[in-house]
């Protein structure tokens, strides 16, 4: 498929690894609709490259990702059309996580919450800065955690865990992140680029039809849990954004801004 990267996902070759960054720094790569959008597209647009053997995802600046932007969630709240465009983005970027044959890593350089969170953990391995941590925040704003969390997180922790941390939304440090099964490793924030990709080179060096579909048969168990579960959470999701709740959380983020 024709893709065109934009500023805010740039994404650089390093050899036969794919670096994809999610660049938004100012606000701590939040997810602007144009960037949920093309990261939607980039699993697609790499899975074809014959040259891609592997991709790294990580963030700019001192976040990974904060999740969805506060523009975006006021526009989810006051439109019904914009809330189901959103969800329907969703769910299809987690599909097209699941499908893409490539092996991919998560170099997660600084907190991960929310939608990032979900990215990330959608991700094939998963390593972390020691400083950096994850949290699934959607519960404490007034949402169902419907995009990533309530389908992906059993199937890596065991389900009380996952209850735990997605009823109270606790941030979750690097270090627990590796105990609880979110994050394969955590490493010095200094290293974190640099072991991420030396990982990504190894695995691109194995050969290529035993990996790829290796893969695909261990996300058959993914896509599974995604096909069970995903359309009723992210239904849920969408029917909480008319929450007095939401609405709240909404008129605080009118204050700050």
Not at 76 to 96: C, G, K, N, V
Not at 200 to 229: F, I, M, S
Request: glycine share 6%.
């Amino acid at each position: 498929m024709s893709f065109d990267p934009i500023p805010e996902l740039p994404i650089e070759r390093r050899g036969a690894v794919a670096v994809v960054t999610l660049n938004n720094p100012e606000m701590r790569n939040a997810f602007t609709d144009p960037m949920h959008t093309a990261l939607r597209e980039v699993w697609e647009h790499l899975a074809e490259d014959p040259a891609v053997r592997a991709i790294v995802l990580t963030g700019a600046g001192e976040a990974f990702s904060a999740g969805g932007n506060i523009p975006a969630f006021v526009a989810d709240y006051e439109s019904p059309a914009h809330r189901r465009e959103t969800m329907r983005q969703a769910r299809r970027l987690l599909e097209a996580m699941a499908e893409c044959p490539k092996p991919t890593i998560a170099a997660v350089n600084g907190p991960a919450v929310g939608l990032g969170c979900s990215v990330a953990v959608s991700c094939d391995l998963v390593m972390m800065a020691e400083s950096a941590f994850m949290a699934d925040t959607h519960v404490s704003v007034g949402l169902v955690a419907g995009d990533g969390g309530t389908a992906l997180w059993p199937l890596l922790l065991n389900l009380q865990k996952a209850r735990f941390y997605l009823f109270t939304g606790d941030r979750i440090p690097a270090a627990d992140c590796v105990e609880l099964g979110l994050a394969t490793f955590a490493v010095p924030d200094a290293e974190l680029l640099e072991r991420a990709l030396a990982l990504a080179k190894r695995l691109g060096e194995q050969p290529r039809q035993a990996l790829e579909e290796t893969k695909r048969a261990l996300n058959l168990h993914v896509q599974r849990a995604l096909l069970a579960v995903a359309p009723f959470a992210l239904a849920a999701e969408s029917e909480s954004f008319a929450s007095d709740d939401v609405r709240r959380a909404v008129e605080r983020f009118g204050e700050k801004r």
